[in-house]
């Protein structure tokens, strides 16, 4: 017999466990999340879970402290309720930019949150795009890394319409990107055999969102680029890329990036470079302020549900 499924979501972003919940004809689950003026948070689970399998929709994103904080108290609540199987999707996973002692002295933040989500009790893990796929290598329960890319470049093809393939380059925004390039372009032209472009950058480790642009590996003279990368933030690696790209003649471009974690000018410096259209996802929920009207949001709530319909089936 299948256990019953049950979906909660986490405030960090609601909507994308909402619409989840939706293609799946489930109902969200009751809890109630609580924020003290102290800043500490509660949760509650206000719905039997025993013999449940029960699914945490919640992104790490800012704030990021406080979200995984009502991550790793969801556990615990459904823990004390019998739930039978506790699941944590998580469409944004912070701290994974902290993947290894970039310099000595440094703590490896991702694998201490790793190191927290096996001990309160989650038996599995989902995320999307993770900032580099050996993360995966250190959960010791059940780990999945969804991935959007071949979401995005559904996307960005419907928008370029009818073009030749040989008018378009995809570009990964740095040389760590190169697989996820290689991901999207694999789904954007339906086969691997495509040339890809390679920004590369270096990061300047001792100031906090700085990095140079140091050269551009390949050909975009005369083309549409699309440049591929899982991460904005200050949206300096992008720019740094775009500036790249027009320098060597690209005639168009457009930007596939998974993760939205904006800092706060980030929206107004993309609206304002010389891309044409900014394509991401939900992982991360977007206020009203960081829209912007180059930028295309793409939901991966179908994609979330489709890794849980068979459980309800
Ligand atoms: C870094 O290697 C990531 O893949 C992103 O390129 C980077 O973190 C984006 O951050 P920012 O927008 O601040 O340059």
Redesign the pocket.
Same mark, same amino acid.
């Given at each position: 017999m299948k256990e019953k499924l049950k979906l909660f979501s986490g405030t960090s972003n609601e909507p994308l466990a909402r619409n989840v919940a939706g293609i799946l004809h489930l109902p969200l689950g009751k809890s109630e999340i609580i924020q003290f003026d102290n800043s500490e948070v509660r949760v509650r689970v206000t719905e039997p879970v025993k013999d449940s399998v029960a699914v945490v929709i919640q992104t790490t994103s800012n704030p990021t402290n406080s979200s995984l904080m009502e991550l790793f108290f969801f556990c615990d609540a459904l823990k004390r309720g019998e739930a039978k199987r506790i699941v944590g999707v998580i469409p944004y996973f912070g701290y994974a930019?902290q993947n290894i002692q970039h310099r000595e002295g440094e703590a490896v933040s991702a694998h201490v949150i790793v190191r927290f989500l096996e001990a309160v009790g989650y038996d599995e893990i989902y995320v999307f795009d993770l900032?580099d796929e050996a993360t995966g290598g250190i959960f010791s329960v059940p780990f999945k890394n969804l991935t959007a890319l071949p979401l995005l470049a559904s996307e960005v093809k419907k928008h370029l319409g009818k073009i030749n393939r040989r008018d378009i380059a995809v570009v990964s925004?740095?040389q760590?990107?190169v697989e996820r390039g290689r991901i999207f372009g694999s789904a954007f032209f339906g086969t691997e055999d495509f040339p890809l472009v390679v920004a590369e950058?270096k990061?300047d480790l001792n100031t906090k969102?700085r990095?140079t642009a140091l050269d551009l590996h390949g050909e975009v003279e005369g083309k549409t680029v699309i440049i591929v990368?899982?991460?904005?933030? %200050?949206?300096?690696?992008?720019l740094?890329a775009v500036a790249l790209c027009e320098k060597a003649g690209a005639k168009n471009i457009i930007a596939a990036i998974v993760h939205s974690?904006f %800092?706060v000018k980030?929206p107004g410096r993309l609206q304002e470079s010389p891309i044409s259209a900014f394509f991401t996802t939900d992982t991360i929920r977007l206020a009203r302020r960081q829209r912007f009207p180059k930028l295309r949001e793409v939901s991966v709530a179908p994609l979330i549900a489709q890794e849980f319909q068979e459980s309800i089936q």
């Open positions: 930019r900032h925004a740095d760590g990107g950058k990061r969102h990095s990368d899982d991460i904005v933030t %200050s949206g300096g690696t992008l740094d974690d %800092s980030a």
